[in-house]
């Protein structure tokens, strides 16, 4: 079963030129470990718009695959299963986020904190407030194997779909502020995915059937 990248060839160049647009408006190409937090939120404005745009790249992809598919009725290794399954401190991609605000990240001071008027007088001799940003490193680095090499995850994805979500598909990230600032080529592709997303999910094959999964044996000593 082979799959060809010719179509999407466009779209993930868009994604690269999308990080690269990242690393500039944030001034961090040389990947300091620690910044301000003005630029911090920027990073993370960033990463969040590659995010939703490789999201509509990789259900795209799924969608090419679905017909492809065959139900295999064979035994699925839960070991394995559980051994690659996602944790919260690795870095991914969730093709269906959660609801907006439920996993931003807030870089404002905390409530209690004084305000500018209350500081100090030598508080503008202070060096400015610094915060770690190794995580957005890590998941730009993860975001950028998936654009090298998408086929992996969205045969993955199209296997999700074909099991756990049937019917008809609406593009994740409806909220076009998410492209805010990311170029006129790329947000109007964000917008165009959306549409052929939910024009390819009209004609879905019909869902594959759930793996078969043996129960563990419950006699292991005679």
Same mark, same amino acid.
């Given at each position: 079963?082979? %799959?060809?990248?010719?179509?999407?060839?466009?779209?993930?160049?868009?994604?690269?030129?999308? !990080?690269?647009?990242?690393?500039? &408006?944030?001034?961090?190409?040389?990947?300091?470990?620690?910044?301000?937090?003005?630029?911090?939120?920027?990073?993370?404005?960033?990463?969040?718009?590659? /995010?939703?745009? =490789?999201?509509? +790249?990789?259900?795209?992809?799924?969608?090419?695959?679905?017909?492809?598919?065959?139900?295999?009725?064979?035994?699925?290794?839960?070991?394995?299963?559980?051994?690659?399954?996602? $944790?919260?401190?690795?870095?991914?991609?969730?093709? %269906?986020?959660?609801?907006?605000?439920?996993?931003?990240?807030?870089?404002?001071?905390?409530?209690?904190?004084?305000?500018?008027? /209350?500081?100090?007088?030598?508080?503008?001799?202070?060096?400015? &407030?610094?915060?770690? +940003?190794?995580?957005?490193?890590?998941?730009?680095?993860? =975001?950028?194997? +998936?654009?090298?090499?998408?086929?992996?995850?969205?045969? !993955?994805?199209?296997?999700?779909?074909?099991?756990?979500?049937?019917?008809?598909?609406?593009?994740?990230?409806?909220?076009?502020?998410?492209?805010?600032?990311?170029?006129? /080529?790329?947000?109007? =592709?964000?917008?165009?995915?959306?549409?052929?997303?939910?024009?390819?999910?009209?004609?879905?094959?019909?869902?594959?059937?759930?793996? $078969?999964?043996?129960?563990?044996?419950? +006699?292991? =000593?005679?």
């Amino acid at each position: 079963m082979s %799959f060809s990248l010719t179509p999407f060839v466009f779209a993930l160049s868009q994604a690269s030129y999308l !990080r690269d647009r990242v690393l500039g &408006v944030s001034e961090l190409l040389g990947r300091p470990a620690l910044v301000r937090k003005a630029v911090a939120a920027r990073l993370a404005k960033g990463v969040r718009a590659l /995010e939703a745009f =490789l999201r509509r +790249i990789l259900i795209l992809m799924a969608l090419d695959i679905e017909p492809d598919l065959v139900a295999k009725d064979q035994t699925e290794n839960l070991a394995r299963a559980k051994k690659w399954k996602v $944790r919260a401190k690795r870095p991914f991609l969730r093709i %269906f986020p959660a609801p907006r605000g439920a996993h931003m990240v807030d870089f404002k001071p905390q409530f209690g904190a004084p305000r500018p008027s /209350e500081q100090s007088p030598y508080a503008a001799a202070l060096p400015p &407030v610094t915060v770690p +940003i190794g995580r957005w490193w890590r998941q730009l680095d993860y =975001l950028q194997t +998936i654009i090298h090499d998408p086929v992996a995850k969205a045969r !993955r994805l199209a296997f999700c779909l074909a099991r756990c979500h049937p019917g008809l598909l609406m593009a994740p990230d409806q909220n076009r502020r998410v492209m805010r600032g990311c170029g006129t /080529e790329p947000t109007s =592709l964000f917008d165009a995915m959306a549409f052929q997303i939910l024009q390819k999910s009209r004609s879905r094959p019909p869902p594959l059937p759930p793996p $078969r999964r043996w129960p563990k044996p419950m +006699i292991t =000593l005679l």
